[in-house]
Nanobody
Framework: QVQLVESGGGLVQAGGSLRLSCAAS????????MAWFRQAPGKEREFVGG????????LYGDSVKGRFTMSRDNAKNAVYLQMSSLKPEDTAVYYC????????????????WGQGTQVTVSS
């Protein structure tokens, strides 16, 4: 069982930056592929980005490419999402997720989820 806890959300003006963190409670954190998803009211959960077990490879959704950056620190059991040039359409609840198999953009492929952190971007 893996518990994930997100933090760092909040209210920011358009064009600003935020850094989200996700802390994992597992001794085998480095064996998990990690991802960030987001969900706005009335919309489906959307893939934001994913990172490989070592952190050497990342993948991003089209809507955030060039603005968001994922990283991880396996020594600290943590994954991060640096968000820059934020837009009002980035407003959503952001979720951290983990799976022990392979990188995927599909929510159904992830076994463990955090409770989410709200990000609100004002225009």
């Amino acid at each position: 069982q893996v518990q994930l806890v997100e933090s760092g959300g909040g209210l920011v003006q358009a064009g600003g930056s935020l850094r989200l963190s996700c802390a994992a409670s597992t001794r085998t954190f480095s064996s998990y592929v990690m991802a960030w998803f987001r969900q706005a009211p009335g919309k489906e959960r959307e893939f934001v980005g994913g990172i490989s077990r070592t952190g050497s490879s990342t993948l991003y959704g089209d809507s955030v490419k060039g603005r968001f950056t994922m990283s991880r620190d396996n020594a600290k059991n943590a994954v991060y999402l640096q968000m820059s040039s934020l837009k009002p359409e980035d407003t959503a609840v952001y979720y951290c997720a983990a799976n022990g198999r392979t990188s995927s953009y599909r929510p159904r492929d992830y076994d463990y989820w955090g409770q989410g952190t709200q990000v609100t971007v004002s225009s």
